[in-house]
């Protein structure tokens, strides 16, 4: 990370997908002709050539600039990408194959900040699903009652009515506001939901099915920043797998060598001892403090673990 090689400074960032292999580096500066986000296997060959390696900010399609967002599906294929300016109605980011080939013409393609729905502007964040066909759409001052973020299929059929629609910065729930961040699961169906000052004793990030009815009660809440643990304050950033169970956790100060992000299963008790702990910022491997970005698979298994400062030769990313 941030090192040289052959003579080109580079700069990563590591995305690790369902098998637990591929990661995405980013070749900043790497050859005249722009950056390369590359993917690599877990024995650091690079995966494939071309396929796997898309231009950052090169002059293409017509002279007009592109910017890529990769985000690699569960196959281990499908990126996104941007295309900026591209046509007078917007951007379009564009899915496309492995091979290199364009994945669909308008199923993949959407308008970004495009006239629409009766002249109001849009945006999208688009995520693309384990399926390769949804994305999230979000409709800014589509009606008086706040925005929604709808999620679409890939004819261009809205994904169901009410469903498939949350309110944004609304009132509800006894009059409190709520903010979402919906984060769609591998099946197409989970987003995860935020409460903010729902309770006296903290917000509740809350994954919901399609069918809106909460998925379990408790196993699927966690409390942020609330009394527990021997009166140790706790801050959780929940990311679910796929299978709908396993979240993040982290503790904070829970003891003198660091904290400790630890996953724990539906029904409540800890995904294992120590294999699922580790310490962060704490005292290990040689005394080089270490820090950790953890990221869990859909398989609920693999996870990335960044040393720093683990001696001269750099920062090793690890998984």
């Known amino acids: 990370m941030s090192t040289v090689v052959a003579g080109s400074v580079n700069a990563g960032v590591l995305t690790g997908s369902v098998e637990g292999n591929h990661s995405q580096r980013w070749r900043v500066n790497g050859s005249a002709t722009g950056a390369h986000p590359q993917r690599w296997r877990a024995n650091r060959a690079a995966a494939g050539a071309h396929p796997q390696r898309w231009r950052v900010n090169v002059t293409a399609d017509g002279s007009y600039p592109q910017r890529w967002r990769v985000c690699v599906a569960a196959d281990g294929g499908y990126p996104q990408r941007w295309r900026v300016n591209v046509a007078a109605a917007g951007a379009h980011p564009q899915r496309w194959r492995a091979n290199g080939g364009a994945d669909g013409a308008y199923p993949q393609r959407w308008r970004v900040s495009g006239a629409a729905d009766g002249a109001h502007?849009?945006?999208?964040?688009?995520?693309?699903?384990?399926?390769?066909?949804?994305?999230?759409?979000?409709?800014?001052?589509?009606?008086?009652?706040?925005?929604?973020?709808?999620?679409?299929?890939?004819?261009?059929?809205?994904?169901?009515?009410?469903?498939?629609?949350?309110?944004?910065?609304?009132?509800?729930?006894?009059?409190?506001?709520?903010?979402?961040?919906?984060?769609?699961?591998?099946?197409?169906?989970?987003?995860?939901?935020?409460?903010?000052?729902?309770?006296?004793?903290?917000?509740?990030?809350?994954?919901?099915?399609?069918?809106?009815?909460?998925?379990?009660?408790?196993?699927?809440?966690?409390?942020?920043?609330?009394?527990?643990?021997?009166?140790?304050?706790?801050?959780?950033?929940?990311?679910?797998?796929?299978d709908g169970g396993y979240p993040q956790r982290w503790r904070v100060n829970v003891a003198a060598d660091g904290g400790y992000p630890q996953r724990w299963r539906v029904n409540g008790t800890a995904a294992g001892s120590h294999p699922q702990r580790w310490r962060v910022n704490g005292t290990a491997a040689g005394s080089h403090p270490q820090r950790w970005r953890v990221s869990v698979a859909a398989v609920g298994g693999h996870r990335q673990r960044w040393r720093v400062n683990r001696g001269d030769t750099s920062d090793h990313p690890q998984r």
């Not at 800014?140 to 949350?166: C, I, L, S």
């Not at 903290?202 to 069918?211: C, F, L, T």
């Open 121 to 242: 502007p849009q945006r999208w964040r688009v995520s693309g699903a384990a399926a390769g066909a949804h994305p999230q759409r979000w409709r800014a001052n589509g009606a008086a009652d706040g925005g929604y973020p709808q999620r679409w299929r890939v004819r261009g059929a809205a994904a169901g009515a009410h469903p498939q629609r949350w309110r944004v910065n609304v009132a509800a729930e006894g009059g409190y506001p709520q903010r979402w961040r919906v984060n769609v699961a591998a099946d197409g169906g989970y987003p995860q939901r935020w409460r903010v000052s729902v309770a006296a004793d903290g917000s509740y990030p809350q994954r919901w099915r399609v069918s809106v009815a909460a998925d379990g009660g408790y196993p699927q809440r966690w409390r942020v920043n609330v009394a527990a643990a021997g009166a140790h304050p706790q801050r959780w950033r929940a990311n679910g797998a796929a």
